[in-house]
């Protein structure tokens, strides 16, 4: 499997009249290979449902490069919501790896004889035992 983290960025048309603007949210990130990523962004696609326009007449679903394309067309206006895969390069809030565990002390190798039975007993030279 493929160890590269790509973001799943959904770009869309907020608010109306002269105050409509795009907005953008990495709204997942998938680890994997690009085509994975894909796969995950177009669930995503075919189950969003934009918040413009209210009453929506057409809604058209386009795959392109990096992604997908949704264009909702209003009783007035079209709307746009664009999603994209990309490679995750920088990450300034990503959480610190975990350590390492303890992987404990290091056991010897036990002799054993022809039959596979340990030469020493485990138990010779302990002092916790009575």
């Not at 983290?5 to 997942?28: D, M, N, Q, S, Y």
């Not at 796969?39 to 795959?63: G, K, N, Q």
């Not at 394309?69 to 919501?81: E, F, I, M, N, R």
């Not at 992987?103 to 002092?127: H, S, Y």
């Amino acid at each position: 499997m493929d160890g590269t983290t790509w973001g799943l960025v959904v770009e869309t048309t907020v608010g109306i009249g002269e105050r409509k603007h795009v907005e953008a949210t990495v709204v997942a990130h998938v680890t994997g290979s690009r085509e994975e990523a894909l796969a995950e962004l177009e669930r995503r696609a075919r189950s969003y449902s934009p918040s413009h326009p209210l009453s929506p007449r057409r809604s058209r679903l386009l795959r392109q490069g990096d992604g997908f394309l949704l264009v909702v067309d209003g009783a007035w206006q079209s709307y746009v919501t664009r999603f994209t895969v990309a490679e995750l390069l920088v990450d300034s809030a990503a959480p610190a790896p975990a350590p390492e565990p303890d992987p404990g002390p290091v056991e010897e190798p036990v002799a054993r004889d022809a039959d596979g039975i340990p030469v020493r007993p485990a138990w010779l030279g302990r002092t916790d035992l009575s």
